[in-house]
Structure formats: structure tokens, C-alpha cells
């Protein structure tokens, strides 16, 4: 069995990492500040993202300063941007998609896969796009991937 090595933990706030002295912005970021100040419709998209990600299995918050990620091992999936109008996700895959539904789509060498798209109603959170986020998910914990379209 591949043992996995310990995560390192950040001595100044807690935030853990696949690597020591990885960079970040370490504060005080909670879901609920990100949540501040925004409308019901932004939560309800925020809550509606989460709910879909909680099918795939049990994750955790990492909050930053502009963005909410979700992780199991590594962080897969993020939330970058909500508000009434609509909501910014992207997740992480090791391999290539396709999907017209797709606003940007990075490929950081040699084989990682960032995926953004833009959802207004929660009923675009769709099986499609569970799917991709159980692919992603199998990365958030470091596990081999299945291809799929």
C-alpha cells in the first residue's frame, strides 16, 4: 500500500499542505466572512455548490482572503467569486475535458487541468457537473483517476 506523508500544518494558522513553507495568506478567512454582505441568491448558489460537493464525500473548508477552497488531502475544487448575479468555480483534474460549459480552462504542465465555469441557478449544478467534481475529488485525495468525457 502507498503510504501518503503527513501533511504539514502552517505554525501560524493551522492551514495544511501536501509540502512544507508552501506559500499562502495566512488570516483569519472563514466561509462566513466570505459569505458577508452577500444576497440570499449568492448564498443559496454557494449552498447549492457545497451540497453537490458533499455527494462526492466528506471534504474540508480552506478559506483564503478571495476564495473558498474544498479539499480532502489537497484542495480540489474552489469557489472564487458569488454574488446574486452568479458564481465562479473551478476544480482540479489530471486529465484533459471537453465542455462548452467550461469559461476557462488552464493546463499547468505536465498534466493538471483547471477547470472554471460560471453558474447562475443552482439547477446548473447538474450530473455533469457532479461528475466532474467526483473526478476532482479522487484528486483532492490523491487517488488515480479514471478518463472520462
Same mark, same amino acid.
Given at each position: 500500500?502507498?503510504?501518503? /506523508? ?7 494558522? $493551522? ?8 506559500? *499562502? ?18 448564498? #443559496? ?5 457545497? /451540497? ?9 473548508? +480552506? ?5 473558498? +477552497? ?6 480540489? +475544487? ?7 448575479? $452568479? ?7 489530471? *486529465? ?27 439547477? #446548473? ?10 473526478? +476532482?475529488?479522487?484528486? $483532492? ?5 479514471? /478518463?472520462?468525457?
Amino acid at each position: 500500500m502507498n503510504q501518503k /506523508k503527513p501533511l504539514w500544518t502552517c505554525p501560524k494558522c $493551522g492551514t495544511k499542505f501536501v509540502r512544507r513553507n508552501m506559500w *499562502h495568506s495566512c488570516g483569519p478567512w472563514t466561509v462566513e466572512k466570505f459569505l458577508e454582505g452577500k444576497g440570499e441568491r449568492a448564498k #443559496q448558489l454557494f449552498n447549492s455548490f457545497v /451540497k453537490l460537493v458533499q455527494q462526492c464525500g466528506p471534504f474540508k473548508f +480552506a478559506p483564503s482572503k478571495t476564495e473558498i +477552497a474544498l479539499m480532502v488531502r489537497v484542495r480540489f +475544487a474552489q469557489v472564487k467569486r458569488v454574488s446574486d448575479r $452568479g458564481m465562479t468555480c473551478s476544480f482540479w483534474l489530471k *486529465h484533459r475535458i471537453q465542455s462548452p460549459r467550461f469559461t476557462r480552462v488552464e493546463k499547468i504542465p505536465p498534466n493538471n487541468w483547471i477547470y472554471t465555469l460560471c453558474v447562475t441557478t443552482p439547477e #446548473q449544478l447538474d450530473s455533469e457537473v457532479l461528475r466532474w467534481v467526483c473526478m +476532482a475529488y479522487k484528486v $483532492g485525495q490523491q487517488m488515480p483517476q479514471e /478518463k472520462t468525457k
